[in-house]
């Protein structure tokens, strides 16, 4: 009984943090209480028994993104806007019921239902059962961060600024050869 | 109506997919979707391992959470550069300011 | 030793891409050096592979319960296709030192042709239907980025994308295959579908039968899909050669010949690829009559040649396939250097400017005429024997009327050799071009692959074994030398096919100044536009656009709004489900 009370706390606590992150005006507290929810589902998961996905979680969801985000932060600058939204609030907020509605009568008896006994290691899942998901993963982050760099970088841009800055020495050169082959005449 | 763990943490989860959608919808800021796309993932994780969780294969819940937790990192990063990108480009983060930019 | 092999035949040429694509464009040299050595050292792995082959799974990874195996099995079919990408492969490269010397971005050149030659390997010997979907992508990826090669050229682009628009078309029919193969026996393997088509319910079969016969149309460029290899002419030559006659185009009739024991018994599956060979075979073949661009008329020989190729395996002659393919890549290779070397050093790809240029350029007079022979398929060349096969597979098995449209396919095709033999290097000078004869690395490939068009055929005997040996669900009419020798001298459908060659070179010869003069006659501009293919390419093209500017209406560019239409199909999709619950 207990436990079904730390999951109630747990996951009104996850949406509230959900929910301000949503509704707060600048992004640095947003990207905050982010974390918050990663570090909230965090203990979820590790209360359902899934310790290795977890750590992950906790490591990547409440430390890596939240890193990357105060770093983009930083680098455009917290700039506080908080337009009208372009959607007529009332349709999003019938559409978001409707849909929350319609998911949770489908899942509901399933999540009624006791759990069954299993326990399949995760390991042998990863690297047996799926080991072609580990190698797409591995694709997968390598495409990220060459699409990352290719985004980042103003490497192509610094090649070619020398050479216009080239072109236009020469054209200004040959330019002021023509004038002052003009001015004589 | 029972409650047992499981469907309370199932209520969570809609909680938090509602919230997602919900600022989905109503956000203009392009760096704000990128977060908000996370905490719908986050829904998602927990989702996957409580279905594990229930058909009593969890480590088929914990592999496939594991390998979006990947991708959807992989896609947090990219949309962030791209975010700021169109930042340095465009001046700009608001979506409608953007949308109607052309060329 | 198998499995190491197929690692380094299909690691080298993958990792000198990688290194290739390292280099800086500073040293050329350098390049040129690095790109020889791996295609090299692939081609001899190939080679050394082929007594290793065997219809046991080599190499097997295990991808999980989920997906299978990814196997790779070096039978007889695989490692011949695998020496003749890795050889002709090496021979391109060879070949380019001279032909791309002084090109800008040699690094982007090389990476592709090497991955291009490791993907090819990996297609042919991968035991797993998805990652030969896998491999096959990457062929067409590579023969997009080589087509495209020259950039700033819109001609270029526009070939590469049209080349690889028709080649996903037939990709999707690949994926669309080995994903009902796979819903069906719960196995992407290979072996698993030749082994078990005959229980699997006919109506899926079919639709693998048929979807496995679009991916080899659009990857061989057979009819209603041949509009894409003229137009990828704009490539560099050794690409030419080595993607679009050699090797890639081969694969679409490597599907077949693999699958064919599978597919026989599939209610009008072999007619159907009878009649794309016929059909292909007879209409480029009237086509290449009139070309006046030198690479063109090549190509359109390419999709005729291939077109026989279909052909025989729409009658049954699995090994004759396989032969003339072993047999034209060599000599089509050879025909398409020396046009290379001809091209490179005129200066122009239209034979109307050409002529007389035999004398200037004897050693690629000599070697082009060699492979023109072959071509032609006169004795004692390696195409002569091939296609003699095919026809008698096609007398023995086949019906009467598709024989006697591969005669006279058989005529045409010595009569369009003739032709453009005759206007290129004999005649009168039309233009005073200053040509030369080949340089030093021209002259190697050129000369080794001369040898094969004289030689190939001697080795019927042991690719006839290898194929029986090594293919356990084909019955391969097995026959060595002197048996080949016997049968195709002492059958009336040699001396027809003869005559008919015979005929084609006669009516040149006769009429070779209408022949070889600019006409605008009804067949000159019917072939021009393709029979009207390109017409209807177009018209595909355009509809699409019109129904997606259609469809885009829908597209605000507003995100929010698209969020909106997600959510709403979603919406729709979860009171669908619960509705039907």
């Keep these: ?57 906790l490591s990547v969801g409440a430390g890596l993104v939240t890193v990357l985000l105060v770093y983009a932060l930083s680098v455009v600058g917290d700039d506080s806007f908080d337009p009208a939204s372009i959607i007529p609030k009332p349709l999003a907020f019938l559409l978001v019921a409707a849909i929350a509605v319609m998911v949770g009568w489908m899942a509901y008896p399933l999540a009624s239902q006791p759990a069954v006994n299993g326990e399949v290691l995760l390991a042998d899942v990863l690297w047996k059962h799926r080991a072609l998901d580990v190698w797409v993963q591995v694709a997968l982050i390598f495409s990220g961060v060459l699409g990352v760099l290719g985004l980042l970088s103003e490497k192509v841009q610094r090649e070619e600024m020398p050479k216009h800055e080239n072109q236009t020495a020469v054209e200004n050169e040959a330019i002021s050869i023509q004038m002052e082959q003009e001015i004589p005449v | 109506m029972t409650l047992n763990s499981l469907n309370v943490v199932l209520f969570g989860v809609i909680l938090l997919l509602a919230v997602g959608f919900y600022g989905l ?32 294969n969890l480590g088929l819940g914990q592999s496939i959470a594991a390998t979006v ?35 | 030793m198998a499995g190491i092999l197929i690692g380094l035949v299909i690691g080298l040429p993958w990792l000198g891409a990688l290194v290739l694509w390292q280099t800086r464009d500073e040293n050329p040299r350098l390049q040129h050096t690095l790109a020889v050595a791996f295609s090299i050292a692939a081609g001899v792995a190939s080679l050394a592979l082929i007594p290793f082959a065997s219809a046991e799974t080599a190499i097997s990874i295990p991808m999980g319960h989920y997906f299978g195996e990814l196997t790779f099995t070096a039978d007889g079919l695989a490692v011949a296709l695998t020496a003749i990408a890795c050889v002709i492969g090496s021979l391109a490269v060879i070949f380019s030192v001279d032909y791309m010397q002084g090109e800008e ?15 090819m390997a990996g297609l042919v010997l991968s035991g797993n239907l998805l990652f030969m979907f896998f491999f096959w992508e990457i062929t067409a990826l590579c023969s997009y980025a080589l087509i495209s090669f020259y950039n700033d050229d819109p001609k270029a682009v526009a070939g590469g994308i049209k080349a690889l628009i028709i080649t996903q078309v037939g990709g999707v029919g690949l994926l669309a295959g080995a994903l009902t193969t796979y819903a069906v026996l719960g196995s992407y393997q290979v072996s698993d579908l030749l082994a078990k088509a005959e229980t699997m319910p006919a109506g ?70 009878t009649i794309v060979g016929l059909v292909s075979a007879l209409i480029t073949a009237f086509m290449a009559l009139t070309a006046t661009d030198l690479k063109r008329a090549l190509a359109y020989s390419t999709v005729s040649q291939l077109g026989y190729m279909v052909y025989a395996i729409g009658v049954g002659g699995v090994f004759a396939s396989q032969f003339h393919l072993l047999s034209h890549a060599v000599f089509k290779a050879l025909l398409f250097l020396s046009a290379g070397a001809v091209i490179h050093s005129a200066g122009t790809r239209d034979m109307r400017r050409m002529g007389a240029l035999g004398k200037q350029m004897p050693f690629v007079r000599n070697v082009f005429i060699l492979g023109a022979l072959a071509l032609a398929g006169l004795p004692i060349l390696n195409g002569f024997w091939s296609k003699e096969l095919i026809l008698e597979a096609g007398l023995s098995e086949g019906p009467l009327w598709a024989y006697v449209g ?18 290129v290097f004999f005649g009168e000078a039309r ?86 003069a600019k006409s605008e006659a ?29 469809l885009q209406k829908t597209q605000t560019g507003v995100l929010s709004w698209n969020v909106v239409g997600i959510l709403g199909a979603l919406l729709a999709v979860l009171i669908f489900l619960v509705w039907s619950a």
């Design chain 1, 1 to 57: 009984m207990i436990e079904i009370l730390y999951y109630l706390l747990l996951s009104l606590g996850a949406a509230f943090c959900a929910y301000r992150a949503m509704i707060s005006r600048h992004l640095l507290p947003s990207a905050l209480y982010l974390a918050c929810v990663s570090a909230l589902s965090t203990v979820i998961l590790y209360m359902l028994g899934a310790y290795e996905v977890a750590v992950i979680e």
């Design chain 2, 25 to 56: 919808l109503i956000t203009r800021n392009l760096i704000k979707i990128v977060l908000v796309l996370q905490v719908l993932v986050k829904a998602v994780v927990i989702a996957l391992v409580l279905a594990g969780k229930q058909s009593g």
């Design chain 2, 69 to 103: 937790i990947v991708a959807d990192t992989v896609v947090a990063v990219v949309a962030l550069a791209l975010a700021v990108q169109v930042r340095r480009h465009t001046g700009t983060l608001d979506l409608s300011k953007i949308s109607t930019l052309r060329g």
């Design chain 3, 105 to 119: 971005q040699l690094s982007r050149y090389y990476a592709f042709v090497l991955l291009f030659i490791g993907a």
């Design chain 3, 204 to 273: 899926l079969l079919t639709l693998i039968a048929f979807g496995f016969l679009i991916a080899a149309a659009a990857k061989s460029a057979q009819f209603p899909f041949h509009t894409w290899l003229p137009d990828a002419m704009e490539a560099p030559t050794p690409i030419s050669a080595l993607i679009h006659a050699a090797t890639m185009v081969n694969a679409g009739v490597y599907l077949l010949a693999r699958f064919y024991p599978a597919f026989q018994h599939v209610a009008g599956w072999t007619l159907a690829v």
């Design chain 3, 406 to 423: 591969m005669l006279l396919g058989a005529g045409m095709t010595a009569f369009y050799t003739l032709r453009m033999t005759w206007i």
């Design chain 3, 431 to 516: 233009e005073s071009l200053h040509v030369h004869d080949a340089g030093k690395a021209m002259k190697v490939s050129l000369g080794l692959l001369a040898l094969g068009t004289l030689t190939t055929w001697l080795l019927a005997g042991p690719f006839g074994e290898m194929l029986d040996e090594t293919l356990p669900f084909h019955s391969i009419h097995n026959l060595n030398l002197s048996e080949l020798a016997n049968e195709i001298f002492t059958a009336p459908a040699t001396y027809v096919a003869l005559a008919m060659v015979a005929l084609g070179l006669a009516i040149f010869w006769l009429f070779r100044k209408q022949a070889t």
């Design chain 3, 522 to 550: 009804w067949m000159d501009i019917l072939s021009r536009e393709s029979f009207g293919f390109d017409w209807l390419n177009g018209q595909v093209a355009e509809r699409t656009v019109q129904f997606a500017s259609v």
